[in-house]
């Protein structure tokens, strides 16, 4: 892709049709919350049975989420892969097979965390380490983020260096979140859950995109024959990245438009409409 598009109207996917590609795809990363399954719920077999499909084809799939790896190792074991994921948004490469992290992109929050302490004195802050630990400054659901939660102090949370932070509003909007982010220094994405603003804060040039790069570095496969399915604003750069980027069918205007096509809105169900169009 050759970034967003300037009309929102993306051609959508029907089921059964062929896929706009004249190649066979090398490797699939899939966003798990929201596209492979619903907000902290299962996975829909008719998704697993496709990934099998195309996988028994010689087609590697992986999996490129926001989650840590605590709690993206049980669904990509659940959908049958065994391989490389991406995991914190891209700051975690892990390998499921092994349990093991491979590699993370870990840095300094606390110039982060001292503008941000200033700029939104109210906000709820967490940090992300090595081995996927939150700790937090006052203790909340990390929901299908991530499984151990530690409460601490503020200046205990920057002690070591961090995958990402985590700030968390009930009274700012994702807007003046957006516009402290222009602020700082570092990559930032900013989205909303329920009533809350939420702003995850990680290197800059720390993505999904940016960590399948090295997926496909490690596993011989070639960038441009790659498909990449997301539904939310941390999916931009791999949508844009990918040699079909696919959309499905809920997400934002202005995240669609990073995509080549859109699928349906409900999640695996879109997942395995467009799996089970590629020719095996």
Same mark, same amino acid.
């Not at 090595?130 to 205990?156: C, K, P, S």
């Not at 222009?182 to 809350?196: R, W």
């Not at 695996?268 to 020719?279: D, K, M, P």
């Given at each position: 892709?050759?970034?967003?598009?300037?009309?929102?109207?993306?051609?959508?996917?029907?089921?059964?049709?062929?896929?706009? &590609?004249?190649?066979?795809?090398?490797?699939?990363?899939?966003?798990?919350?929201?596209?492979?399954?619903?907000?902290?719920?299962?996975?829909?077999?008719?998704?697993?049975? !496709? &990934?099998?499909?195309?996988?028994?084809?010689? $087609?590697? #799939?992986?999996? !490129?989420?926001?989650?840590?790896?605590?709690?993206?190792?049980?669904?990509? +074991?659940?959908?049958? $892969?065994?391989?490389?994921? #991406?995991?914190?948004?891209?700051?975690?490469?892990?390998?499921?097979?092994?349990?093991?992290?491979?590699?993370?992109?870990?840095?300094?929050?606390?110039?982060?965390?001292?503008?941000?302490?200033?700029?939104?004195?109210?906000? #709820?802050?967490?940090?992300?380490?090595?081995?996927?630990?939150? +700790?937090?400054?006052?203790?909340?659901?990390?929901?299908?983020?991530? $499984?151990?939660?530690?409460?601490?102090?503020?200046?205990?949370?920057?002690?070591?260096?961090?995958?990402?932070?985590?700030?968390?509003?009930?009274?700012?909007?994702?807007?003046?979140?957006?516009?402290?982010?222009?602020?700082?220094?570092?990559?930032?994405?900013?989205?909303? #859950?329920?009533?809350?603003?939420?702003?995850?804060?990680?290197?800059?040039?720390?993505?999904?995109?940016?960590?399948?790069?090295?997926?496909?570095? +490690? +596993?011989?496969?070639?960038?441009?024959?790659?498909?990449? &399915?997301?539904?939310?604003?941390?999916?931009?750069?791999?949508?844009?990245?990918?040699?079909?980027?696919?959309?499905?069918?809920?997400?934002?205007?202005?995240?669609?438009?990073? !995509?080549?096509?859109?699928?349906?809105?409900?999640?695996?169900?879109?997942?395995?409409?467009?799996?089970?169009? $590629?020719?095996?």
């Amino acid at each position: 892709m050759s970034g967003e598009k300037s009309s929102p109207q993306i051609p959508t996917h029907a089921a059964g049709e062929p896929l706009p &590609i004249d190649w066979r795809p090398e490797l699939i990363a899939l966003d798990i919350d929201d596209t492979l399954v619903q907000h902290m719920g299962s996975l829909p077999g008719i998704a697993v049975d !496709a &990934i099998e499909r195309v996988v028994e084809a010689g $087609i590697k #799939v992986t999996l !490129a989420t926001g989650r840590s790896v605590s709690t993206t190792f049980p669904i990509a +074991r659940a959908a049958g $892969i065994e391989d490389l994921v #991406v995991c914190s948004n891209g700051g975690v490469l892990a390998m499921v097979e092994t349990g093991k992290i491979v590699e993370a992109v870990t840095f300094d929050a606390s110039q982060a965390l001292e503008q941000l302490s200033e700029l939104v004195p109210d906000a #709820v802050f967490a940090v992300e380490d090595f081995h996927g630990d939150f +700790r937090t400054t006052h203790l909340f659901d990390t929901g299908a983020l991530g $499984i151990n939660i530690r409460q601490v102090e503020l200046a205990e949370l920057t002690a070591d260096p961090v995958v990402r932070l985590v700030v968390r509003s009930e009274t700012s909007t994702t807007r003046s979140f957006g516009e402290v982010a222009k602020s700082l220094g570092f990559h930032s994405v900013v989205f909303g #859950v329920a009533d809350v603003a939420w702003m995850d804060i990680a290197p800059k040039g720390v993505n999904k995109a940016n960590m399948l790069k090295e997926v496909c570095a +490690r +596993r011989q496969v070639d960038p441009a024959k790659t498909i990449a &399915i997301g539904d939310s604003w941390n999916d931009i750069e791999m949508l844009e990245w990918a040699g079909l980027g696919v959309a499905m069918g809920s997400a934002a205007p202005k995240v669609a438009a990073y !995509a080549d096509l859109m699928t349906a809105p409900e999640p695996g169900i879109g997942v395995a409409q467009i799996l089970n169009s $590629i020719h095996v």
